[in-house]
């Protein structure tokens, strides 16, 4: 049985290996630690499964310099992730391409996000560092019936056909592709904290032969980043740590540290009452993974007790569970959720109102089995 240090110093191993701030002496402590004869790679390998980074733990590992020198069973272990998730990601890549250019061909440049411009920005060496369950893209609300025809026509088919839907389209579906395509007319579960002009006007265009796309502007992806893992995914409510989007964003302060104005997006996101979960999601990705340190004033104690809560919070599989359980309930009556359905802003009594109007829209809607709708959004967040 894993005990609450093995815990701590299995996850303390991983978030080393991640690290993107690292040294000589890093390196030396790190693989000090990876030899171990009494690590449990097994269980090393399962919260990093759980976590969605067994690829970038690999890429990060080869980076260093340390990963040949693993122990046997967690280098092969980790090797056979990596080959699999290499091989799956290169056939995600050509389906993308291919869908990027039937919507270039309805006259429709599409915005990749997340997981989607992932591919087209890494080396193909590291291709297999990400674990992806869709692809995102966002395109304009004007198009999205010609971009919809245009993949129908190819093949996609969309779920729950009848089915309602907020911020993108019903995900589509392809017999002979890996993942679904969502098309997306805003940025998140969201309306007014990036808009849909202020996106398209600072989007800036993706490199690659004979395709036409672009990705949100350097900002943007801070928020939107921030947004998903901690208002969308209810990480901040949940103390959760949220690992693999962490080290996107980590990775967005690494590649664009010259060009992050950090005040103007703390500016923007006190605005939008976020200003405290911001600070504390930046302490988390500097002290975690050694992201480069954004010029605002962090407020060490508020952020530091997040970080510790977080800490806790992954030591207790049942306490992480019962907390996304009750954020799964609480997940459809979200201010923003409900800003995007009924356009009733994001605070005071409108909002309330709304919250009220929806609970009842829900209980007719789906009468004795409400609680397991809601519970089935619950298990989503996991």
């Given at each position: 049985m894993i005990t609450m240090n093995g815990f701590s110093?299995?996850?303390?191993?991983?978030?080393?290996?991640?690290?993107?701030?690292?040294d000589a002496a890093d390196d030396e402590t790190l693989a000090a630690g990876l030899a171990t004869p009494d690590l449990e790679w097994t269980y090393?390998?399962?919260?990093?499964?759980?976590?969605?980074?067994?690829?970038?733990?690999?890429?990060?590992?080869?980076r260093r310099g340390l990963f040949?020198?693993?122990?046997?069973?967690?280098?092969?272990?980790?090797?056979?992730?990596?080959?699999?998730?290499?091989?799956?990601?290169?056939?995600?890549?050509?389906?993308?391409?291919?869908?990027?250019?039937?919507?270039?061909?309805?006259?429709c440049t599409p915005m990749l996000l997340k997981g989607g411009l992932y591919l087209f920005e890494t080396p193909p060496e590291a291709l297999g560092g990400r674990v992806l369950r869709d692809l995102d893209m966002v395109?304009?609300?004007?198009?999205?019936?010609?971009?919809?025809?245009?993949?129908?026509?190819?093949?996609?088919?969309?779920?729950?056909?009848?089915?309602?839907?907020?911020?993108?389209?019903?995900?589509?579906?392809?017999?002979?592709?890996?993942?679904?395509?969502?098309?997306?007319?805003?940025?998140?579960?969201?309306?007014?904290?990036?808009?849909?002009?202020?996106?398209?006007?600072?989007?800036?265009?993706?490199?690659?032969?004979g395709l036409k796309m672009v990705a949100l502007a350097p900002a943007h992806r801070v928020m939107?980043?921030?947004?998903?893992?901690?208002?969308?995914?209810?990480?901040?409510?949940?103390?959760?740590?949220?690992?693999r989007q962490l080290c996107d964003l980590a990775a967005i302060c690494v590649g664009f540290t010259e060009s992050l104005d950090w005040r103007s997006i703390e500016s923007r996101m006190e605005r939008h009452g976020m200003g405290r979960l911001f600070r504390a999601r930046m302490h988390l990705a500097v002290q975690l993974l050694g992201a480069p340190a954004p010029d605002i004033t962090i407020d060490g104690l508020r952020s530091g007790l997040h970080l510790r809560h977080c800490l806790i919070k992954q030591r207790s599989p049942r306490l992480t569970y019962l907390t996304r359980w009750i954020a799964g309930i609480a997940g459809p009556f979200k201010r923003y959720h409900?800003?995007?359905?009924?356009?009733?802003?994001?605070?005071?009594?409108?909002?309330?109102?709304?919250?009220?109007?929806?609970?009842?829209?829900?209980?007719?809607?789906?009468?004795?089995?409400?609680?397991?709708?809601?519970a089935k959004h619950g298990r989503s967040l996991q």
């Amino acid at each position: 049985m894993i005990t609450m240090n093995g815990f701590s110093r299995t996850f303390a191993l991983m978030t080393s290996a991640l690290r993107v701030d690292t040294d000589a002496a890093d390196d030396e402590t790190l693989a000090a630690g990876l030899a171990t004869p009494d690590l449990e790679w097994t269980y090393l390998l399962r919260m990093a499964d759980q976590e969605h980074i067994t690829g970038a733990l690999t890429v990060s590992l080869r980076r260093r310099g340390l990963f040949d020198d693993l122990p046997r069973a967690g280098r092969d272990a980790l090797h056979r992730r990596y080959f699999m998730g290499t091989e799956i990601n290169t056939r995600i890549k050509s389906q993308a391409e291919e869908a990027v250019r039937l919507l270039n061909s309805a006259g429709c440049t599409p915005m990749l996000l997340k997981g989607g411009l992932y591919l087209f920005e890494t080396p193909p060496e590291a291709l297999g560092g990400r674990v992806l369950r869709d692809l995102d893209m966002v395109v304009p609300g004007d198009a999205l019936e010609a971009c919809v025809g245009v993949l129908r026509e190819a093949g996609y088919v969309p779920e729950g056909e009848h089915d309602s839907w907020t911020y993108h389209y019903r995900p589509l579906h392809h017999k002979d592709e890996i993942v679904a395509i969502e098309l997306h007319i805003r940025a998140g579960e969201q309306r007014n904290f990036i808009t849909v002009e202020e996106a398209w006007a600072e989007a800036v265009p993706i490199e690659a032969a004979g395709l036409k796309m672009v990705a949100l502007a350097p900002a943007h992806r801070v928020m939107h980043n921030i947004f998903h893992s901690e208002i969308q995914d209810a990480g901040f409510a949940l103390g959760a740590v949220c690992l693999r989007q962490l080290c996107d964003l980590a990775a967005i302060c690494v590649g664009f540290t010259e060009s992050l104005d950090w005040r103007s997006i703390e500016s923007r996101m006190e605005r939008h009452g976020m200003g405290r979960l911001f600070r504390a999601r930046m302490h988390l990705a500097v002290q975690l993974l050694g992201a480069p340190a954004p010029d605002i004033t962090i407020d060490g104690l508020r952020s530091g007790l997040h970080l510790r809560h977080c800490l806790i919070k992954q030591r207790s599989p049942r306490l992480t569970y019962l907390t996304r359980w009750i954020a799964g309930i609480a997940g459809p009556f979200k201010r923003y959720h409900l800003d995007l359905l009924y356009g009733c802003g994001t605070s005071g009594f409108n909002l309330q109102a709304h919250r009220v109007k929806h609970f009842w829209k829900l209980l007719i809607r789906y009468r004795s089995g409400i609680w397991n709708r809601l519970a089935k959004h619950g298990r989503s967040l996991q």
